[in-house]
T-cell receptor
Framework: EAGVAQSPRYKIIEKRQSVAFWCNPISGHATLYWYQQILGQGPKLLIQFQNNGVVDDSQLPKDRFSAERLKGVDSTLKIQPAKLEDSAVYLC????????????FGSGTRLTVV | EDKVVQSPLSLVVHEGDTVTLNCSYEVTNFRSLLWYKQEKKAPTFLFMLTSSGIEKKSGRLSSILDKKELFSILNITATQTGDSAIYLCAVGGSNYKLTFGKGTLLTVNP
C-alpha cells in the first residue's frame, strides 16, 4: 500500500508569513493526526481527525494554527502568522479502524522560520 | 496530563553490544505502548504492546511491558551501525491519542 504522503519536504519562511502543509493519508485510514516535533523533543499532537471531524485539538495554538480535512481524506495544516518557535518538523500520521493505535507516519515537512 | 519519560536520552555503544532502552509512563485510560525508530524524519513502527509480561520480538529487537510498574524496555542485541537512530516510546490513551517521550538517541560505532 502507498504510504502517507506529505508536501512540501522543506520550507523556509520569514516570521509573520503564512505557510501551509498538505497530507494525504493511507487510503481507507479514517483517523489522521498532525504532530509537531521540535528538535530534541518527541512529537507533540496538534490535532486529531476522525473522518472529517475533529476529535482532539486541545494542543493546537488556535490563534495562529488551523487545520482542515474537508472530505475526510487529505488534510491541510496552516500557520498564520508564523513565529520563530514554530520551526520544527510537522509530521502527519494515519491509522485504520482495524488497528487504531498503530500510526503510520509520513516523511514530514521541515519548517524553518527566520 | 499524560506523561512519557525515556532514559537514557543518549547512548553510544560499539557494534556487537547489547543495549536496553527504558520508558516509564503515566497515562489515563491506558490502551497501548508503542516503540518507533526514527532515522531521518518519519518514525517507523517497531512494536505495540497491550498486555503486561508478554514479550514482543523481531530479530535482534525485543520489548516487554510491565503495566503494574508502568514501564517498558526495548532491548537490542548484537547492535549494528544501522541501528543508530532515535528510539521513541509512545503511550496510547483516550481516543488512541499517542503521547511520545523525548526519545533515546542511540549511536552504534563500528
Amino acid at each position: 500500500e502507498a504510504g502517507v504522503a506529505q508536501s512540501p519536504r522543506y520550507k523556509i519562511i520569514e516570521k509573520r508569513q503564512s505557510v501551509a502543509f498538505w497530507c494525504n493519508p493511507i487510503s481507507g485510514h479514517a483517523t489522521l493526526y498532525w504532530y509537531q516535533q521540535i528538535l530534541g523533543q518527541g512529537p507533540k499532537l496538534l490535532i486529531q481527525f476522525q473522518n472529517n471531524g475533529v476529535v482532539d485539538d486541545s494542543q493546537l495554538p488556535k490563534d495562529r494554527f488551523s487545520a482542515e480535512r474537508l472530505k475526510g481524506v487529505d488534510s491541510t495544516l496552516k500557520i498564520q502568522p508564523a513565529k520563530l518557535e514554530d520551526s520544527a518538523v510537522y509530521l502527519c500520521a494515519s491509522s485504520s479502524s482495524r488497528d487504531v493505535g498503530r500510526y503510520t507516519f509520513g516523511s514530514g515537512t521541515r519548517l524553518t522560520v527566520v | 496530563e499524560d506523561k512519557v519519560v525515556q532514559s537514557p536520552l543518549s547512548l553510544v555503544v560499539h557494534e556487537g553490544d547489547t543495549v536496553t532502552l527504558n520508558c516509564s509512563y503515566e497515562v489515563t485510560n491506558f490502551r497501548s505502548l508503542l516503540w518507533y525508530k526514527q532515522e531521518k524524519k518519519a518514525p517507523t513502527f517497531l512494536f505495540m504492546l497491550t498486555s503486561s509480561g508478554i514479550e514482543k520480538k523481531s530479530g535482534r529487537l525485543s520489548s516487554i511491558l510491565d503495566k503494574k510498574e508502568l514501564f517498558s524496555i526495548l532491548n537490542i542485541t548484537a547492535t549494528q551501525t544501522g541501528d543508530s537512530a532515535i528510539y521513541l516510546c509512545a503511550v496510547g490513551g483516550s481516543n488512541y491519542k499517542l503521547t511520545f517521550g523525548k526519545g533515546t538517541l542511540l549511536t552504534v560505532n563500528p
